[in-house]
């Protein structure tokens, strides 16, 4: 089965990007860090959330979306946003997919997700207190909801 593809854009928090390193490792997933970090890759707080499993990490760097896009026209790229109704659960996932996170502070541009309607989905919060997730957490998530979609769980 072909690796799915966490995308993180502009991540601004170090141990979020080092959670889903692991989370990364763990499911064999790609993951791709796109435009300007909020940290360095040599940060202590990123490595520790790692762990010892950066070695197990297939990572890419890109300069933005753009570039991503051009390299992988092929490809099916997903978008996350609190700012969409329509539930990851509906999501048609299938392996080798992009499945797309804007930065902690501000999620993805409006503008991004109005172009993708059709591949724009959020996590429900049913009780309505909290405005968002953890990164680390939506990436999760939805990357388990994916694999188990595909029958990738083994």
Not at 68 to 82: E, I, M, P, Q, V
Request: proline share 6%.
């Amino acid at each position: 089965m072909k690796p799915f593809n966490i995308v993180l854009i502009e991540p601004e928090i170090p141990p979020n990007t080092g959670n889903i390193a692991r989370l990364c490792a763990a499911t064999g997933a790609v993951l791709h860090l796109v435009g300007t970090l909020g940290f360095s890759l040599d940060d202590r707080y990123l490595k520790r959330a790692g762990l010892d499993y950066w070695a197990f990490v297939a990572l890419q760097r890109w300069p933005d979306l753009e570039a991503l896009h051009a390299a992988r026209a092929d490809g099916r790229f997903f978008y996350l946003s609190t700012k969409v109704a329509r539930s990851y659960i509906d999501a048609d996932f299938q392996p080798g997919d992009y499945i797309v996170f804007g930065k902690e502070t501000k999620g993805l541009p409006e503008e991004l997700l109005k172009a993708n309607q059709e591949t724009s989905f959020t996590i429900p919060m049913p009780s309505g207190k909290v405005r968002s997730l953890n990164l680390s957490t939506s990436a999760g998530i939805v990357l388990y909801e994916a694999l188990r979609k595909c029958g990738g769980l083994g």
